[in-house]
């Protein structure tokens, strides 16, 4: 059949969603990576080149296609369009399954170590080309598999490698298998390493970090449940205001922090000071600290920030202990090529669509003697720059969110699941808090703490403790995964130099 390579090609792409959160069926991400390199590997050229792309297309556009419900809802776009967009979107990034599929081709890749090193190279360049997008990489699908232990040593990146590397493994293995004639040792030798391999992976679990029981504080974290369509309403502001006056009061006092979620109260912060010197009072009163993710408008620098303040019975906004987000996000939070862009229409003029970048390292927020590292909602999938902000001191990740952008679709959770792979990478627990979910606390292993109903008017307290050590990745980053695999792709390419040489001088060899 002509067209089997691509009806393949669209159905392992699409069930690859399947793989992440909510779903959850972390297996499927090897049957998704298998028919990629069946599709990828297949005579003639073209065909691999045209049903990779369609792969990526089908995978993209399934996995996300909850954007169109900000570009839809809430940047006024017709339906057809906001899906048209989501389908370029895909289109773009289905580029980079098409590139592993030409580099594949070109180089007639068999080794499974080769495969995953080639995706690696596109992964890497899907998440750094034009600010990068490396939403729904493998190695997250894998945080409740028996693989899980490989993050605190190579990340999420890691992770991704050996998901595709365990992937042409079995590959290799079924058409050794199949293959005329059979080749039954080299089929049970890839078995073989594939079951070695996965039993040494599933060892590698251990905790690298501990509790240290007697730093624990109380924290609160409040879900305002704001309907995104009512948030940056004018006329609600003062409702919005009440509701988060009244889930923090309830906390004064009780709890040692309490943390409001990304741009909580829309409105300037220094245009609602009077609330923030309510709060300020409460905080010097009861001696519990409150963070507060605010819109701030720095006064010497005239730049727009998306901001965490701490309102400790001390807070200034001018001299207020803040983190300013650095890793905006195109179109939502800035418009690239803004004077040509903004006039073509509401798409590209979502509220607060005007942020400026904060520093790329900045200070830890120190509330009641604990340090927090600031991620602010997109941020929390960069895993290098939260390694790369990671302090000796540091106590707990911190990551405020408002994904009411993305209504009741899976976007939540698939992000939800990447702030889960934060805490494993980096041994730290991570606390975050929503507007309308997934509000959640999250230990130094990844594991779901306790976590808040989605759409609720709600707060969450926990007592919670931080960690001591470090996990390999916090130390190194990826910087030994990439080792590794230059080391092996060089390996591989001496060793065909040196056999092609060989069979030169002696063909009979």
């Given amino acids: 059949m002509r067209g089997l390579p691509y009806l393949i090609a669209l159905i392992s792409g699409g069930v690859g969603v399947f793989a992440f959160s909510p779903f959850d069926y972390w297996g499927i991400a090897y049957l998704s990576v298998f028919g990629l390199l069946y599709v990828a590997k297949i005579p003639p050229k073209s065909t691999a080149l045209r049903a990779s792309f369609l792969w990526g297309v089908s995978f993209f556009s399934i996995g996300t296609s909850w954007l169109h419900v900000s570009i839809h809802q809430f940047g006024g776009s017709p339906l057809w369009l906001s899906y048209g967009l989501v389908l370029l979107l895909a289109c773009y990034l ?21 495969f995953g090193a080639i995706w690696t190279l596109t992964e890497f360049l899907r998440g750094w080309l034009f600010t990068g997008f490396p939403w729904l990489q493998f190695g997250y699908t894998q945080i409740d598999s028996p693989f899980a232990g490989i993050a605190p040593i190579f990340g999420v990146t890691g992770l991704t490698f050996f998901v595709v590397w ?36 599933t060892l590698a679990k251990r905790d690298y970090t501990k ?83 605010t819109v701030h408008h720095d006064n010497n620098s ?52 005007a942020f400026q970048s904060g520093h790329a390292i900045q200070s830890d927020l120190v509330s009641q003697g604990r340090h927090f590292m600031g991620a602010i909602c997109y941020e929390i999938i960069e895993s290098s720059q939260l390694q790369a902000n990671l302090k000796p001191d540091t106590d707990f990740i911190l990551t405020v969110s408002n994904d009411a952008w993305f209504g009741d679709s ?65 130390v190194l980053g990826n910087k030994p995964l990439y080792f590794l695999l230059l080391l092996f792709v060089l390996f591989r390419v001496v060793g065909l130099f040196v056999k092609k040489k060989i069979t030169a001088i002696s063909p009979n060899l």
């Fill in 94 to 114: 289905a580029l980079f399954p098409l590139f592993f599929s030409y580099l594949v081709q070109r180089f007639k890749v068999s080794s499974p170590v080769i």
């Fill in 166 to 201: 365990l992937s042409a493994v079995i590959f290799n293995a079924v058409f050794a298998f199949t293959s005329r004639p059979r080749k039954f040792n080299l089929a049970i030798a890839n078995i073989a390493l594939a079951v070695v391999v996965s039993i040494v992976a």
């Fill in 211 to 293: 509790p240290v029981e007697e730093k624990a504080i109380t924290i609160t974290l409040a879900q305002g449940n704001i309907a995104q369509s009512l948030k940056w309403d004018p006329d609600y502001l003062q409702s919005t205001l009440q509701i988060y006056a009244k889930l923090i009061s309830q906390h004064l006092g009780k709890s040692d922090l309490i943390i409001l979620p990304e741009s909580a109260l829309p409105a300037l912060e220094e245009r609602i000071q009077p609330f923030f010197a309510e709060l300020n009072q409460a905080s010097q009163t009861t001696h519990t600290d409150i963070m507060i993710g």
């Fill in 302 to 353: 005239g730049k727009l920030f998306n901001s965490i303040a701490l309102v400790d019975g001390q807070y200034r906004s001018d001299t207020a202990q803040r983190y300013n987000k650095h890793h905006l996000v195109p179109f939502g939070e800035y418009v690239p090529l803004e004077s040509l862009l903004r006039p073509l229409g509401s798409v590209f003029n979502l509220p607060m669509s």
């Fill in 410 to 474: 899976y976007g939540p959770w698939q992000h939800f699941q990447m702030a889960r792979m934060r805490a494993l990478e980096l041994g730290k627990p991570v606390i975050r808090a929503t507007n309308t979910g997934v509000t959640a606390f999250i230990d130094a292993q990844g594991n779901i703490i306790q976590k808040a109903p989605q759409f609720v008017e709600t707060t969450l307290t926990q007592k919670i403790a931080p960690t001591q050590g470090k996990t390999p990745y916090a």
